[in-house]
């Protein structure tokens, strides 16, 4: 059997990829296809930290007319949510997990403490990171590069519901241009709609690898941790 090409991995999923084909809220047997998945290669002896997003229910940026900073709180809670779906599907499968939440809900969930969540994973728990940073006005993506950083990953996943990054948006064009491979400058420089600024200097800083990938078959994780070259790879 080929083996894994990472040791600890930060996987980022969208609220979206949760939702299933509803777009809103949550599919039960989308989360149980992943969580089965990411059971996959956590049997393969991988370090699996996950950061998850919250659109499914919740998008801070799309409410006109509201603070933004309650609007990003509001966001963050959505998070929460689904970080307790996901731990749920994860244990229903056999998978031991812990969820932190970057703001302290003490009765929910573990705060987010940097040595205990490494400590979690080196014991082979699967770590749910919800909350964003904790902060307004960061996204849940920057969350998953400041978290990769932390917890010293190898990369980041992006699982997303397009299958890589182009130079235009492939569901309304269709000479849109697929990129296999991109430096950290070039996302910046082509304004492409990845990760935010934020989150994409962060990686450039930490040198950390972005893999940005779809999740529409969720086999894709597991092909990303074995080393096939699918999606686009984000770099130096
Ligand atoms: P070890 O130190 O390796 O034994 O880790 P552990 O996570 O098993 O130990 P701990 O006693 O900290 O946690 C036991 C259980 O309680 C785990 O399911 C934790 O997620 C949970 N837990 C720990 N701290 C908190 C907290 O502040 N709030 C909530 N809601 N759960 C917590």
Redesign the pocket.
């Known amino acids: 059997m080929t083996s894994p090409r990472y040791k600890r991995v930060l996987l980022k999923l969208s609220g979206e990829a949760l939702a299933g084909d509803n777009k809103f809220g949550l599919d039960t047997d989308t989360v149980n296809i992943i969580a089965n998945q990411i059971k996959e290669i956590s049997l393969m002896g991988v370090q699996i930290a996950i950061v998850v997003g919250g659109g499914n229910f919740w998008r801070g940026r799309t409410s006109a007319g509201m603070d933004k900073a309650t609007a990003d709180y509001m966001g963050m809670t959505a998070t929460v949510i689904n970080g307790l779906a996901l731990q749920d599907a994860l244990e229903n499968a056999g998978v031991s997990t ?2 932190q939440t970057a703001i302290e809900m ?6 987010y403490i940097r040595r205990k969540a490494i ?2 994973l080196e ?1 082979n728990r699967i770590v749910i990171f919800a909350a964003g940073t904790g902060n307004p006005f960061f996204t849940t993506d920057t969350a998953a590069s400041l978290r990769a950083a932390e917890i010293e990953a190898e990369v980041i996943l992006l699982a997303k519901n397009v299958d890589a990054v182009y130079d235009k948006d492939p569901a309304t064009d269709v000479t849109a241009k697929k990129f296999e491979s991109l430096t950290y400058i070039e996302v910046l420089k082509l304004g492409l709609k990845v990760m935010d600024l934020t989150a994409v200097s962060l990686c450039m800083e930490n040198k950390i690898p972005i893999k940005v990938f779809g999740l529409k078959n969720p086999e894709n994780i597991k092909k990303v941790i074995l080393g096939e070259e699918i999606g686009t790879t984000i770099k130096e």
């Open positions: 812990r969820l003490k009765q929910i969930a573990e705060p400590r979690h014991k």
